[in-house]
């Protein structure tokens, strides 16, 4: 039950990844302390949920665009409150291989991104309501925790959206994949409420 594959408009091939370029590539390099690890995976979570590009360990990539420049101040409060230091450095663009390298992989780290996501469509969502047919397992509640499980993948998507300046390959598919499992959770709470009289529980 595959939806067509076609490529977003805003996915631009190599030859146009110059146009792309921000006004300036914002860096910074952190270090904090190395126990409790938690500590580390935190600020990384961090970095990682606005989209940063590590170049290397604690040593991460932003462009500067939206509120990026405000974001990462918040987080360099936050490592200088766990103890640890950050340095932060703009970076004029205008070397056009390094830029051209830089937006091709924030577009392969969405792309990356967007295919986890139609993989979790694939393998789990669409399977889960496959399984659920199969037990003839119609109740509101087993309806309710898929509804959940879309959404789940919807805030992801959004999520990934936000990141993603640059317009990784994959976006499109993204949306026709969660519309066909919106359709496909509609035909089973549909069946769920005819085959329990609209009561949401099964027997009745």
């Known amino acids: 039950m595959s939806p067509p594959v076609r490529r977003t408009p805003g996915e631009?091939?190599?030859?146009?990844?110059?146009?792309?370029?921000?006004?300036?590539?914002?860096?910074?390099?952190?270090?904090v302390p190395s126990e409790p690890s938690r500590v580390r995976v935190?600020?990384?979570?961090?970095?990682?949920?606005?989209?940063?590009?590590?170049?290397?360990?604690?040593?991460?990539?932003f462009p500067r665009m939206g509120t990026i420049e405000e974001d990462l101040r918040q987080i360099r409060q936050r490592i200088e409150s766990l103890g640890g230091i950050s340095y932060?450095?703009?970076?004029?663009?205008?070397?056009?291989d390094q830029d051209t390298t830089l937006v091709q992989n924030f577009r392969d780290m969405a792309a990356k991104e967007y295919?986890?996501?139609?993989?979790?469509?694939?393998t789990k969502f669409v399977k889960e309501i496959e399984f659920e047919r199969f037990r003839e397992n119609y109740t509101f509640e087993e309806s309710e925790e898929i509804r959940q499980d879309l959404?789940?993948?919807?805030?992801?998507?959004?999520?990934?959206?936000?990141r993603d300046w640059f317009g990784g390959q994959g976006r499109e598919e993204c949306e026709q994949w969660l519309a066909t499992c919106e359709s496909l959770l509609e035909d089973f709470e549909q069946d769920v409420y005819e085959r329990t009289g609209g009561t949401g529980r099964a027997g009745e």
């Open 151 to 162: 959404d789940k993948i919807r805030r992801w998507f959004d999520k990934v959206v936000t």
């Open 115 to 122: 295919a986890e996501i139609i993989e979790e469509c694939q």
């Open 88 to 96: 932060y450095f703009p970076i004029a663009t205008g070397d056009r």
């Open 12 to 31: 631009a091939a190599a030859d146009d990844l110059p146009a792309m370029v921000p006004e300036a590539w914002l860096l910074l390099i952190y270090k």
């Open 42 to 61: 935190a600020v990384w979570r961090e970095l990682k949920r606005l989209g940063g590009l590590y170049l290397q360990q604690a040593v991460c990539v």
